[in-house]
T-cell receptor, first 116, second 118 residues
Framework: AQSVTQLDSHVSVSEGTPVLLRCNYSSSYSPSLFWYVQHPNKGLQLLLKYTSAATLVKGINGFEAEFKKSETSFHLTKPSAHMSDAAEYFCVVSVVGSSNTGKLIFGQGTTLQVKP | DTEVTQTPKHLVMGMTNKKSLKCEQHMGHRAMYWYKQKAKKPPELMFVYSYEKLSINESVPSRFSPECPNSSLLNLHLHALQPEDSALYLC?????????????????FGNGTRLTVT
């Protein structure tokens, strides 16, 4: 079975300090992994995606994530947090090659708070 | 601004009303989705259309009726809803061709319709 676990439901950082949002996945098939961000009362916006190319993926707004197969992790990082980064972040896996082809599996989300 | 447009932004309806949610995209995507999202929760898949045909129905109650009139439009018809159906309804679209790799295409979401059932 496929699953996604976001290890922290809430992360609080100070503006200008690094951000780390943790995600572990479980998949019997070759996964594609995504990070989406959702600001209040908005839809989800794609930050970055991994689809079996480079293991270090760069996204928008200075975010990046590293795919580590040995650790089944896909953690999201940013060197310096900005106030506008405060939002809900979802780690998502897409599964191809099973009966669930095409379905997305969402993590429970991590709320990022950025303090001035 | 998103490339997926949803109307209305907000909707309040009674349990006996009939209303429709609308979604439009002009990116040439051939897969379109309806998701339901409750507060502080991830989106839950309701329906998927692929090439204007319903391909996934996640056992959604019949009071929700999707429709895909053409490749750019997606509707969700609502009838006899319950208060627990109050949520943010998100539409999304993605690239889809006949190859399996297109199932990894990212979704483009609209900003949603905030539905309140009274």
């Amino acid at each position: 079975a496929q699953s996604v676990t976001q290890l922290d439901s809430h992360v609080s950082v100070s503006e200008g300090t690094p951000v780390l949002l943790r995600c572990n996945y479980s998949s019997s098939y070759s996964p594609s992994l995504f990070w989406y961000v959702q600001h209040p009362n908005k839809g989800l916006q794609l930050l970055l995606k991994y689809t079996s190319a480079a293991t270090l993926v760069k996204g928008i707004n200075g975010f990046e994530a590293e795919f580590k197969k040995s650790e089944t992790s896909f953690h999201l990082t940013k060197p310096s947090a900005h106030m506008s980064d405060a939002a809900e972040y979802f780690c998502v896996v897409s599964v191809v090659g099973s009966s669930n082809t095409g379905k997305l599996i969402f993590g429970q989300g991590t709320t990022l708070q950025v303090k001035p | 601004d998103t490339e997926v447009t949803q109307t209305p932004k907000h909707l309040v309806m009674g349990m006996t009303n009939k209303k429709s949610l609308k979604c439009e995209q002009h990116m040439g995507h051939r897969a379109m989705y309806w998701y339901k999202q409750k507060a502080k929760k991830p989106p839950e898949l309701m329906f998927v259309y692929s090439y204007e045909k319903l391909s996934i129905n996640e056992s959604v109650p019949s009071r929700f009726s999707p429709e895909c009139p053409n490749s750019s439009l997606l509707n969700l018809h609502l009838h006899a809803l319950q208060p627990e159906d109050s949520a943010l309804y998100l539409c999304a679209s993605s690239h889809r061709d006949r190859g399996l790799s297109s199932y990894n295409s990212p979704l483009h979401f609209g900003n949603g319709t905030r539905l309140t059932v009274t």
